[in-house]
């Protein structure tokens, strides 16, 4: 179902999870080109514009999170038809992008006259909006590292190790969103994208303003991705010790007891040896016993073994 807000002059076109015959107007009304049609029924495109005569499409990537939990991160896309006077944004699903057009559309009043200006100040206004809610996303990945930073000493290593897997994860997929579309703002601010604005020049400063706030985000997802990087590396490098220092008591509980063992087995025997009809064999034995303990550990803190 097309939905719309009136602006006047301009127009805002919403359509969530497109059917064939949203398509179908779309092609008989606005004269898009069949292969951006085709594009808007296919998920999983690369971020791109088409530049016509009257009108540009976009393809944008956007980071959401799919779960309740607000843990795991999937790609949102959002298709635009950006007019002379009108915007099409194309959706699946509810995200930031549906919340946005049903706040306009309760609340026109709150709209300034700048936005109704042009289809050039709607689409920045839109993408704006989306950077907001993006940079908001990149801010809780940085809590979460923070929170996994204080947890590197903490008793419960499994939930350290999945939080920092999660993590990981979701930078990887935020370097695949956010690196291909850094030229395509990049062509926004050059000029090399000319807008419908009949003011010539006015948005170049809105575009760059755009692009500075893109770079801020990917500065921030490359600082993440060096941070959980070396977050992972100092909690293997813990672990490995923890480990270490583990296998370091079993290896000398073992060598302690193993002359231990090979006493008691030796004198276990149904045979006669040396000293076995002595009455005082059992205590002098654990006597014995007791004084190889506390020599092998008085030797093994003098070698700092301990």
């Not at 971020?47 to 309740?68: S, T």
């Not at 206004?125 to 809610?133: E, G, Q």
């Given at each position: 179902m097309?939905?719309?807000?009136?602006?006047?002059?301009?127009?805002?076109?919403h359509i969530q999870n497109p059917t064939e015959e949203d398509l179908e107007f779309l092609e008989e009304n606005f004269h898009f080109h069949p292969l951006d049609i085709e594009d808007c029924l296919s998920t999983n495109?690369?971020?791109?514009?088409?530049?016509?005569?009257?009108?540009?499409?976009?393809?944008?990537?956007?980071?959401?999170?799919?779960?309740?939990q607000q843990k795991v991160l999937r790609i949102r896309e959002a298709k635009i038809f950006w007019g002379e006077n009108y915007i099409i944004t194309i959706t699946q699903g509810q995200w930031a992008l549906r919340s946005f057009f049903d706040?306009?559309?309760?609340?026109?009043?709150?709209?300034?006259?700048?936005?109704?200006?042009?289809?050039?100040?709607?689409?920045y206004?839109?993408?704006?909006?989306?950077?907001?809610?993006s940079y908001s996303l990149l801010l809780r990945i940085g809590a979460t590292i923070d929170n996994i930073n204080r947890q590197l000493f903490g008793k419960r290593a499994e939930d350290t190790i999945e939080n920092i897997s999660v993590t990981r994860r979701n930078i990887i997929l935020l370097n695949t969103i956010f690196k291909p579309q850094l030229r395509l703002f990049h062509k926004f601010e050059s000029g090399s994208i000319k807008g419908f604005s009949q003011s010539g020049d006015f948005m170049d400063d809105y575009w760059g303003n755009i692009l500075d706030y893109y770079q801020k985000m990917w500065d921030m997802v490359e600082d993440h991705g060096e941070l959980i990087e070396g977050l992972s590396k100092t909690f293997d490098s813990m672990q490995t010790n923890r480990i270490n220092e583990v296998m370091k008591?079993?290896?000398?509980?073992?060598?302690?007891?193993?002359?231990?063992?090979?006493?008691?087995?030796?004198?276990?025997?149904?045979?006669?040896?040396?000293?076995?009809?002595?009455?005082?064999?059992?205590?002098?034995?654990?006597?014995?016993?007791?004084?190889?303990?506390i020599a092998f550990i008085f030797y093994a803190k003098k070698r700092k073994w301990m």
């Open positions: 097309i939905e719309t807000i009136d602006f006047g002059a301009i127009k805002w076109h495109q690369r971020p791109k514009i088409d530049i016509y005569d009257d009108y540009n499409f976009l393809i944008l990537h956007f980071p959401g999170f799919v779960d309740n706040q306009t559309e309760k609340r026109p009043e709150s709209v300034d006259d700048f936005v109704k200006s042009s289809s050039d100040a709607l689409l206004t839109i993408l704006n909006r989306l950077m907001v809610d008591i079993m290896t000398f509980i073992s060598t302690l007891f193993l002359p231990l063992t090979f006493i008691t087995g030796l004198y276990g025997m149904n045979m006669n040896l040396p000293l076995a009809e002595w009455k005082w064999l059992f205590w002098g034995v654990i006597g014995f016993m007791f004084c190889f303990i």
